[in-house]
Every structure is written in structure tokens, then in C-alpha cells.
């Protein structure tokens, strides 16, 4: 039933580390987003993909790339964890050209750095 | 570049209280509004939104009126309950085709009974 579901929900893990958190969106949607919400709540894009292309690419380390198999998912690989990588990672969906459809959230991953 | 300013929380009120989330924009171009509520622990929902001006938007006693004039959007309801405690987010999309969402700070809503 759910929308968009991320994994792992939560993820505590140590500096150095490589790790991987996944994005699924069964809403047939075209356009798959990654956000940062840091500690204050601040939420920031960092990355979009189309139809499995990158079209949104934030100013962010090159440790973070994403990946997209297909439009319904949407990865993100994080290498060399540092502390300022704490923080909750959203995935987000929508489709693109549809007017102004609202884009569809998951439930976030929090991430911890130990 | 386009940027979302919210008022700074938290914000404390009593139930059946009056609510205003002040939230002013900047963008070129007329981008859409969007007000977005994430209750502890869940990702963010849509509330609700206005995509041109003059619009208002409305849902669950929200409401906000895009207001090109005075490049705002402010959230109000007029009767808050001990439910509506959560984080609100005022966000825009840019007239360009990427989608993106630009989004405020957010403000803290702490209703007490």
C-alpha cells in the first residue's frame, strides 16, 4: 500500500563506512528525488532523476551517488561516512509535466554516524 | 537565486487557538506554493497548495492565499487542536521544469490541551 518506502528506516553506522539506502515509489510516477533534512530540519534537494536520467545534482560530495535501475526506484550510495552525514535522508516522488502534482514523500532514513 | 522565509518557531498555543506560519517567498517567474506537514517521526504531507495568485489553497481547516503582491503565503487555521502539533513547511517550485522543491526552515507547532 504504501507510496514510497525507503529502507533501511534507521541506520546507525561508523565513520569510514560505505552504505546503501533504497527508494521505491508504486505511485507510477517518472521523477525520483533524494532530500536532506540536517538536524535543525532544514531540507535540502540533492539529487533527481527522470525516467532514470539525472537531472538535479546539488552541490554534493561525490561520496553520495545515486542510482536509478528504473523510474519506480531510486538508491543512494554513501562512501566514506563522515559525522556532518548525520542527518535523515527523504526520497521523493512525482510526475513530471503533470502541472503542478505535489511531489510524494517517504518516511525518511535517519542516519547516524557514529 | 528563489528562496522560502518561514517564521521562526516554536510556536506555542493553547487548543482552539488561532494559528498564522507567516512564510514569504522569492522567485522569479510565478513558481507554485506548497504548505507540507511532517508530524514526528513520518515524512512530510502535503497540506495543502496554490499555484497561481490569488489562489487558496485549503484542507483539514488550513488554509493560505497566494499572494503575489506581497510575495506570501501565510498558513492560518482557525481553531488549532492537540493533533495539529507537528512541523510545517512552506515550499516552492520554480517555474523551471526540474521539479525542485525549495523549502522553508520550518516551524514547530506545539499545541497544548
Known amino acids: 500500500d504504501t507510496a514510497v518506502s525507503q529502507t533501511p528506516k534507521y541506520l546507525v553506522t561508523q565513520m569510514g563506512n560505505d552504505k546503501s539506502i533504497k527508494c521505491e515509489q508504486n505511485l507510477g510516477h517518472d521523477t525520483m528525488y533524494w532530500y536532506k533534512q540536517d538536524s535543525k530540519k532544514f531540507l535540502k534537494i540533492m539529487f533527481s532523476?527522470?525516467?532514470?536520467?539525472?537531472?538535479i545534482n546539488e552541490t554534493v560530495p561525490n561520496r553520495f551517488s545515486p542510482k536509478s535501475p528504473d523510474k519506480a526506484h531510486l538508491n543512494l550510495h554513501i562512501n566514506s561516512l563522515e559525522l556532518g552525514d548525520s542527518a535523515v535522508y527523504f526520497c521523493a516522488s512525482s510526475q513530471k509535466g503533470a502541472g503542478n502534482q505535489p511531489q510524494h514523500f517517504g518516511d525518511g532514513t535517519r542516519l547516524s554516524i557514529l | 537565486g528563489d528562496s522560502v522565509t518561514q517564521m521562526e518557531g516554536p510556536v506555542t498555543l493553547s487548543e482552539e487557538a488561532f494559528l498564522t506560519i507567516n512564510c514569504t517567498y522569492t522567485?522569479?517567474?510565478?513558481?507554485?506554493l506548497f504548505w507540507y506537514v511532517q508530524y514526528p517521526g513520518e515524512g512530510l504531507q502535503l497540506l495543502l497548495k496554490a499555484t497561481k495568485a490569488d489562489d487558496k489553497g485549503s484542507n483539514k481547516g488550513f488554509e493560505a492565499t497566494y499572494r503575489k503582491e506581497t510575495t506570501s503565503f501565510h498558513l492560518e487555521k482557525g481553531s488549532v487542536q492537540v493533533s495539529d502539533s507537528a512541523v510545517y513547511f512552506c515550499?516552492?517550485?520554480?517555474?523551471?521544469?526540474?521539479?525542485?522543491?525549495?523549502f522553508g526552515q520550518g516551524t514547530t507547532l506545539q499545541v497544548k490541551p
Open positions: 522567485a522569479t517567474g510565478y513558481p507554485s
Open positions: 532523476y527522470n525516467n532514470k536520467e539525472l537531472i
Open positions: 515550499a516552492l517550485k520554480g517555474s523551471g521544469n526540474t521539479g525542485k522543491l525549495i
